[in-house]
């Protein structure tokens, strides 16, 4: 019941805490009704002014003005009524107006300079500076275009007061003022404070992320555009008062190469089209969509669904249109009350730009399955790396020089192949009478062989076989034995390695050596024709060889050996650098995998020595693949990252498609790692993350891995809400888990959990240790259970969810009963303690938290007792520091001090080993504690100083870096009194 002062500003706190929404902005709606019927000033302003926030941060921005009218005539008729919070509210908001009126085009300009005019009397009679009502200004001058940097420079020369706008956003206005004017390489650095965490409000950097965006992408940092991305959205996404940072990061999507992540954001954010509250930025949230939408319809997707407005099945073609209408009409307005067509030019602009880069930028979250198109997902081409030969106009010289090309394993026969195959297929294609192509049947025949080897590379092992066989009998008929043994030969082969089960059928094998070596000795085989058959069984040979590791039965072994050293043999006696190149990688992969990486990365360079010298530079990428693999598992990362950046290089240069590139950059990110260039590491693994994708179902366990080393990293650098973004991606609703091993989802959720509270996201990290827990509720490993626990107990907690909290302690005493976990058990008691005091109100805890820290204790002395496994000196000294902790924020001093001093006296006696960094840097924070406690609490400096002198002495003597800068620091803090 709202029926005294006191009750409605119990709501009105109340109501302060509720997340920014529609519930909020209800609420504040009723409490307004509410302090109505009181003749009090105080109620009446506070809850006319949390209204407004309320609009402000809902989208609801245009409803400003009237509110604020009411709190103004408040103000007129009794200011002393005003609270000090309130008086200095009422000037601040002056400013929410002035916005408000500048972003609604219904309302005229004279009555938005009137109220400039206003602002102005206001601050000045009230004894306030000016800067902010030239940042009004300057504002409006932006928006109309007019005298737009005379207006920047009345604003920006002087110098800020206490009702300027935040440092943040201040910044963000004037780094816009230079991204308008085309200076981004100016915009970014200004922009540099708020984009490095040392400027920030409850809106930033979130906002100066989404603006940074094609600033970032144009300047080629795309590092910091992909960082930027991921953190900025995360706060943005499905926020009212982010309507137009959700426009700039769907417009950062479609200009990146993002299309398809782009399509998500705009699902995820429908309900955005019915935020109608603050037509400004709605005319840029709807611009962005449009800039999405449009790059879609250009490359031939209009018939493909897409998300809009609600109440309507929208497609790209139909939600385009629908844009175009909304926000030209929307801009002609702002332009026709502005007299300018400022505002219509920068839309425009912005709907003209293209696509920033040549390829995708790999941002390394995974994109739900969405709709697709007809023809394949939309895709920037990537620029050509090298020079391609023109096609032969005359066929049969375009049928010679396909076959040439394949006979050297040029990546072009496969174009020039889909060629022939184009023509060929014309009605009015006619078989030449040039005797140097052979008949129609063995064009068809070379045909059917390039169809099979497609679905081979779309690994449809089904249509491939029967391809090959369809291939085989062309050639047959053609008079061609040679090249029909050669493609039943393949059929052997092509299962092995890729479908479980599959077995090298060696009779089989063996009966086609001997055709080949028949037909070949009669002339009925070329060359390399025969070679196939050869590396076909050095391939199974190899299967085999493999599959029998670590110990090959001698047998295998011998036929490994026998196979490719024939298969060798012959292609040096038959003059074949590809084929002779291609053995030895056959060698060199075993030598690898027995573990002689040595050898086998010396025969891999004689490989690449051998194919230079033949001058076949497109048979590079595969084997620098390999030796980048091997140097990064004989711990030469640094070469290993040379080899793997040429090896994705050469395949790039020579349009090698099959090239494996998902494991390859993975690999390179790994290299990248150890070497510590952790920027490198993060584009390697996020392109990675982005090839598995592309590979569909059968590669999801693979881009999850990716993913969760991905966030390692990011976290390891200080990114964890990037590491956050990326793990969220791969169990977003959307995107299903069901191609992951439970254990893969039950580490993406703990790993997500972690990094929420990192962030200090207590409520959501509290979810996601729920689900957690449901997940791996059936598992036996108790100890699982145990850590599961302990990790929720202590985020519950710190998300004010004690009931919830309490229970998962009481999991974690159950599983450790069942599989003792001392340590981990001990530590979350005496964590649980110090949150009660802290977090649930003080003294009156006192006692439940020492209980805690005795069952703690407990549990040492039973392990003591039982000879389970556990680490007593660290168990004793963190219960003295918990104790210490618990007593101190109790008032209780001095028993505070003898339990910091016997957790100081643990960690520096029975520390093992004695000296060792981890006991001495314990320690050190026991001497911080004891002496905040002996010099604040108890008011003797003199005592904390020399207590903190010996610490010092003795944590640089133990190689300490950070705690001698943080005791230091104290002392001269008690020093100077």
């Known amino acids: 019941m709202l029926d005294t002062t006191d009750a409605v500003m119990a709501g009105l706190r109340e109501n302060d805490a509720r997340p920014y929404g529609r519930t909020r902005t209800v609420t504040a709606?009723?409490?307004?009704?509410?302090?109505?019927?009181?003749?009090d000033t105080g109620v009446r302003s506070m809850a006319l002014l949390e209204l407004m926030e309320a609009y402000e941060y809902d989208g609801e921005r245009s409803k400003s003005p009237v509110v604020f009218a009411r709190v103004l005539k408040l103000w007129d008729q009794d200011p002393d009524g005003f609270g000090e919070?309130?008086?200095?509210?009422?000037?601040?908001?002056?400013?929410?107006?002035?916005?408000?009126?500048?972003?609604?085009p219904d309302v005229p300009l004279p009555a938005i300079r009137r109220w400039h005019t206003e602002l102005r009397d206001r601050y000045r009679k009230a004894g306030f500076d000016l800067q902010p009502y030239y940042a009004q200004r300057y504002h409006l001058a932006a928006q109309t275009g007019v005298d737009v940097q005379d207006a920047y420079e009345l604003w920006t020369a002087r110098p800020r007061t206490e009702l300027s706008d935040c440092h943040a956003c201040e910044t963000r206005a004037r780094a816009r003022h230079f991204v308008d004017a085309g200076d981004d390489a100016r915009a970014l650095e200004v922009l540099a404070p708020v984009l490095d965490g040392r400027s920030s409000c409850e809106q930033e950097p979130y906002l100066s992320q989404a603006a940074a965006l094609l600033p970032l992408l144009r300047r080629g940092r795309l590092d910091e555009a992909r960082s930027a991305h991921l953190t900025g959205y995360r706060y943005a996404r499905g926020k009212a008062a982010m309507l137009a940072a959700v426009g700039q990061h769907i417009e950062f999507c479609a200009l990146s190469g993002n299309e398809p992540r782009g399509l998500e954001l705009l699902a995820e954010n429908r309900d955005l089209f019915a935020v109608t509250g603050e037509p400004s930025a709605r005319l840029e949230f709807l611009t962005g969509?449009?800039?999405?939408?449009?790059?879609?319809?250009?490359?031939?997707?209009?018939?493909?669904?897409?998300?809009?407005?609600?109440?309507?099945?929208?497609?790209v073609d139909t939600l385009l249109a629908h844009l175009r209408t909304e926000a030209d009409a929307l801009a002609a307005r702002f332009d026709a009350r502005n007299g300018t067509d400022a505002v219509g030019a920068a839309r425009?602009?912005?709907?003209?730009?293209?696509?920033?880069?040549?390829?995708?930028l790999a941002l390394g979250v995974r994109v739900a399955a969405a709709p697709e198109p007809a023809t394949s997902a939309p895709a920037v081409v990537p620029a050509p790396r090298r020079t391609v030969e023109a096609e032969p106009e005359d066929f049969a010289a375009l049928v010679l020089r396909a076959r040439e090309l394949e006979l050297l394993g040029h990546p072009d026969a496969d174009r020039l192949w889909k060629r022939i195959a184009e023509r060929a297929a014309a009605a009015d294609f006619t078989h030449p009478e040039d005797a140097g192509i052979g008949s129609p049947e063995q064009l068809r025949a070379e045909l059917a062989e390039q169809r099979a080897h497609e679905a081979l590379g779309r690994d449809d092992h089904a249509e491939g076989v029967a391809g090959l066989l369809a291939a085989a009998e062309l050639f047959e008929q053609a008079g061609l034995p040679g090249p029909a043994l050669m493609t039943r030969t393949r059929t052997l082969i092509v299962e092995l390695g890729d479908v479980e089960g599959a077995v090298a059928d060696w009779p089989a094998l063996d009966a086609a050596l001997a055709r080949a070596e028949e037909l070949h000795a009669a002339g009925g085989m070329l060359d390399d024709d025969y070679l196939i058959v050869l590396q076909s069984r050095a391939y199974a040979a190899h299967h085999d060889l493999v599959g029998a590791l670590p110990e090959p039965p001698a047998e295998t072994v011998a036929r490994f050996e026998a196979a490719v050293g024939g298969y060798r043999r012959a292609a040096v006696e038959l003059g074949s650098a590809r084929r002779a190149a291609t053995s030895r990688q056959y060698l060199a992969d075993a030598a690898a995998r027995q573990g002689r990486l040595t050898e086998a990365a010396a025969e891999l360079r004689?490989?690449?020595a051998q194919l230079d010298e033949a001058e076949l530079p497109w048979q590079t990428p595969r084997v620098l693949g390999l030796l980048g693999q091997l140097l990064l598992q004989g711990d030469e990362p640094g070469q290993a990252v040379e080899v793997l950046h040429r090896a994705l290089a050469e395949a790039v240069r020579w349009g090698e498609d099959a090239y494996p590139y998902a494991p390859t950059y993975m690999m390179l990110g790994h290299a990248s790692m150890q070497v510590e260039d952790f920027g490198g590491a993060v584009r390697a693994l996020s392109e990675a993350a982005a090839r598995f994708d592309r590979q569909g179902a059968g590669a999801v366990e693979e881009a999850a891995r990716v993913r969760l080393q991905l966030a390692d990293v990011l976290r390891a650098t200080g990114r964890a809400a990037d590491a956050v973004a990326v793990l969220e991606s791969v169990l977003d609703a959307q995107a299903s888990t069901a191609g992951l091993d439970v254990r893969m989802v039950a580490q993406v959720r703990l790993d997500l959990a972690r990094g929420l509270v990192e962030l200090e996201e207590h409520r959501d990290a509290a979810e996601e240790y729920l689900r957690l827990a449901e997940l791996v509720s059936g598992w036996e490993d108790q100890e699982t259970h145990t850590m599961v626990a302990c990790e929720a107990a202590l985020t519950l907690a710190k998300a004010d969810r004690w009931d919830a909290a309490e229970a998962a302690l009481g999991r974690a005493r159950e599983a450790h009963r069942k599989a003792p976990q001392v340590d981990r058990l001990a530590a979350t008691l005496r964590e649980f303690a110090q949150l009660t005091?802290?977090?649930?109100?003080?003294?009156?805890?006192?006692?439940?938290?020492?209980?805690?820290?005795?069952?703690?204790?407990?549990?040492?002395?039973?392990?003591?007792?039982?000879?389970?496994?556990?680490?007593?000196?660290?168990?004793?000294?963190?219960?003295?520091?918990?104790?210490?902790?618990?007593l101190a924020i109790a008032d209780r001093f001095e028993e505070a001090l003898a339990e910091a001093e016997r957790a100081v006296a643990v960690y520096g006696q029975e520390g093992e080993p004695a000296g060792s960094p981890q006991p001495e840097s314990l320690r050190a924070e026991s001497v911080r504690l004891a002496a905040l406690i002996e010099g604040g609490d108890?008011?003797?400096?003199?005592?904390?100083?020399?207590?903190?002198?010996?610490?010092?002495?003795?944590?640089e003597a133990a190689g300490l870096t950070e705690a001698p800068r943080v005791l230091t620091e104290l002392r001269e803090r008690f020093a100077a009194g």
């Open 85 to 104: 919070w309130a008086r200095h509210q009422v000037y601040w908001r002056f400013k929410w107006v002035a916005a408000a009126l500048m972003d609604t």
């Open 938 to 955: 108890l008011g003797r400096p003199g005592a904390a100083v020399k207590r903190l002198t010996e610490a010092i002495a003795r944590s």
């Open 348 to 360: 425009r602009a912005r709907l003209a730009a293209e696509p920033l880069l040549a390829e995708p």
């Open 606 to 608: 004689e490989v690449l």
């Open 837 to 886: 005091m802290c977090e649930r109100g003080g003294a009156e805890w006192l006692d439940a938290a020492l209980a805690l820290v005795a069952e703690a204790d407990a549990l040492g002395a039973a392990a003591e007792r039982d000879g389970q496994e556990h680490n007593g000196w660290y168990l004793r000294g963190g219960s003295h520091y918990a104790r210490a902790r618990c």
């Open 29 to 39: 709606e009723e409490l307004v009704d509410a302090a109505e019927q009181f003749e």
């Open 289 to 315: 969509v449009e800039v999405l939408v449009a790059a879609l319809a250009a490359a031939g997707h209009g018939e493909l669904p897409v998300s809009g407005p609600a109440g309507t099945a929208w497609t």
